[in-house]
């Protein structure tokens, strides 16, 4: 069984940064994709980054190109988000994700295994 546990999340303030780990566990993970989501009160589930586990190609939401990084560390079976320039709007509940496939996925739908989540909130 496939189990994803999500750290790093905190409180910021605008401008800052945040590192939030998953680390995976269960499975070998090189064939999978791994995700990142998130999700704010009263929003739907919102993808932000996602990384395949052996060729480390990677997509992004136009809302966070070029201030978030999704990366993975083979050995320890983690998968990171790197978050710069922290605005107020990116506050919201992180989820990370994996699915059995070596396409990338924008869509929760795509995603078969969830973590618990961990919160991330901006001040302003």
């Known amino acids: 069984q496939v189990q994803l546990v999500e750290s790093g999340g905190g409180l910021v303030q605008a401008g800052g940064s945040l590192r939030l780990s998953c680390t995976a566990s269960g499975r070998t993970f090189g064939t999978y994709a791994m995700g990142w989501f998130r999700q704010a009160p009263g929003e739907e589930r919102e993808f932000v980054a996602a990384?395949?586990?052996?060729?480390?190609?990677?997509y992004y939401s136009n809302s966070v190109k070029g201030r978030f990084t999704i990366s993975r560390d083979i050995a320890t079976n983690t998968v990171y988000l790197q978050m710069n320039s922290l605005k107020p709007e990116d506050t919201a509940i992180y989820y990370c994700?994996?699915?059995?496939?070596?396409?990338?996925?924008?869509?929760?739908?795509?995603?078969?295994?969830w973590g618990q989540g961990t919160q991330v909130t901006v001040s302003s």
């Open positions: 990384i395949t586990w052996n060729l480390d190609n990677t």
């Open positions: 994700a994996a699915r059995r496939s070596l396409d990338l996925a924008t869509t929760a739908a795509a995603y078969g295994y």
